[in-house]
């Protein structure tokens, strides 16, 4: 089942094509689905909204791009640091959107953290 995961959907066969081809491309779809669907159900509600109509190569590609953007926010996060001179409530502001970036994710910071 890996190659599913890994390579985008195949165009289905055309009508005139072989019986093999055919059952082969139904295995795929088949194998796609209890993928699709094991992938659905380990995420949280609002995740399982946003992946519900992409297929799972499409659902494994967007989640490395949510990886890429969780790792990019929470570096920000960790490293920021109030500048000499400015309010503090810009800086709570900021800290506040970038925790509330990384749920949006669906990486939850535990109360005590954020």
């Given at each position: ?23 082969e491309y139904r ?6 689905n209890v993928i ?8 949280n509600p609002e ?68």
């Amino acid at each position: 089942m890996g190659y599913v995961s890994n390579s985008p959907l195949p165009k289905a066969p055309d009508d005139d094509a072989t019986y093999q081809e055919h059952q082969e491309y139904r295995k795929w779809i088949d194998e796609e689905n209890v993928i699709q669907c094991i992938m659905l159900a380990s995420m949280n509600p609002e995740l399982q909204k946003q992946h519900e109509h992409m297929d799972a190569y499409t659902i494994l590609v967007h989640d490395v791009e949510g990886m890429t953007a969780r790792y990019e926010i929470s570096k920000e996060l960790f490293r920021s640091k109030m500048a000499e001179g400015t309010y503090v409530n810009d800086h709570v502001l900021k800290m506040i959107n970038l925790i509330e970036g990384l749920g949006k994710l669906g990486f939850a910071m535990d109360e005590e953290l954020s």
